[in-house]
């Protein structure tokens, strides 16, 4: 049976607009039975960053989302994420979903704790510690922002369930995956465990170039809505100009959904438009993150182990340092899975970050948080 997925148009954040756009999503994307079900809403808030930057899920669209859910008769309602670093109630208050959400009456929940969650049928992870609020609700929502991203490319429905690892737990993952295609296969394991119910994606602005924390945002004007997530990542990644199947991660998840028989899609064929059409609202040109690198990776995974990790070192983008920029915050230095980095007194006595460039493993946790825009990845030599 095709996926169905809903692309409508919504010109701007405002109640009015957004309420008949979501409800206008749902009718031609149905979402799951919600009478008397508690629901869990994952939006994406990678840290603590103002909503205009469009790091974040806007709380508006999350305010009207609630809105709908509770129209439907949805029971208890909780929103929460684990941003990367900042601590989860500072990033709450300065993106404004805490109080868009307290504002409609859900309850904002802590990611801290973690509760086992088993996945036999993981290719790379069999069992997850998530966040214990996905074992308190009977659905999960996700409610990602539209972006490109660093490492994988493209985030959207599927890489917004990372946030349900618990803070710093990110990091280990990061360390024992170190090839984004590993990653990506990791995180298809850990969305198929999660299993959300529905997928509502915040497309009214976007995030285009060095996303996910250092892009431009971008006037898309849509929101997009199916109960299959990895067939919303299809449509949204295409309409912004990607070729899905060349995205690692959404041509795994899809591959493992053909060969098992679901629960999702197996390639595009098995996707319904039954409103917008991703080439009927494509934002024009969008600019996207290293095909180039994609190439590579795809190159290198040809390779035997020791060679394909000296093509993707060679080939993948490197971070520097922009001193002019960096404030010696040391996020980066907090957060560097394998500690490639520290802050040290230069000649002039000013505190910099050096890297050891041996342990970098090019997962570019350290740009996704500079809140100074003080890093930037390049292809060159060090
Ligand atoms: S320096 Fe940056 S890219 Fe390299 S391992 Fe550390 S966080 Fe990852
Ligand atoms: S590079 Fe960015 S995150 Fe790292 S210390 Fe400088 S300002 Fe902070």
Redesign the pocket.
């Known amino acids: 049976m095709k996926s169905k997925v809903a692309i409508v148009r919504c010109a701007a954040y405002e109640p009015a607009l957004l309420d008949r756009s979501l409800a206008e999503a749902v009718e031609l994307a149905p979402l799951p039975e919600l009478r008397g079900a508690s629901v869990l809403v994952k939006p994406n808030l990678l840290n603590a960053s103002a909503p205009e930057r469009a790091v974040t899920t806007r709380p508006e669209l999350l305010a009207a989302f609630l809105r709908l859910l509770k129209a439907r008769g949805a029971g208890r309602l909780t929103v929460g994420d684990s941003p990367g670093f900042h601590p989860q109630e500072a990033a709450g208050r300065r993106s404004g979903l805490r109080e868009a959400a307290e504002a409609e009456g859900a309850a904002w929940v802590d990611f801290a704790e973690a509760r086992e969650l088993e996945y036999p049928e993981g290719r790379r992870v069999k069992r997850f510690s998530l966040a214990a609020a996905l074992g308190e609700a009977d659905l999960l929502v996700t409610l990602p922002k539209l972006k490109t991203h660093g490492l994988l490319r493209y985030t959207g429905a599927i890489k917004n369930l990372f946030g349900l690892v618990p803070g710093l737990g990110k990091s280990a993952y990061?360390l024992r995956f170190?090839d984004p295609g590993d990653f990506g296969a990791m995180l298809v394991d850990l969305a198929l465990a999660a299993r959300p119910a529905y997928a509502l994606m915040d497309a009214v602005i976007a995030m285009e170039g060095r996303g996910p924390n250092n892009g431009r945002p971008r006037q898309v004007g849509l929101v997009l809505g199916s109960p299959d997530p990895l067939a919303l990542d299809w449509a949204a990644a295409s309409l912004i100009g990607y070729d899905p199947a060349g995205i690692a991660y959404l041509a795994e998840a899809a591959a493992r959904c053909a060969a098992a028989g679901g629960p999702w899609i197996g390639g595009a064929a098995d996707i319904e438009y039954p409103g917008l059409a991703p080439e009927g609202a494509s934002p024009g040109r969008f600019e996207l993150v290293g095909a180039a690198a994609g190439s590579a990776d795809i190159f290198a995974a040809m390779l035997p182990g020791f060679a394909h990790r000296v093509v993707r070192n060679l080939a993948s983008p490197?971070?520097f340092f922009d001193r002019r920029r960096c404030t010696a915050c040391g996020a980066?230095v907090r957060?560097?899975?394998?500690?490639?980095?520290e802050l040290a007194a230069g000649a002039d006595g000013r505190r910099r970050v050096a890297?050891d460039r041996g342990?970098?493993?090019?997962?570019?946790?350290?740009?996704e948080i500079c809140p100074s825009d003080a890093?930037h990845l390049a292809r060159r030599p060090w």
């Open positions: 990061h170190p490197r971070p980066c957060i560097c899975p394998p500690g490639a980095l890297i342990k970098c493993i090019r997962c570019y946790c350290c740009d890093i």
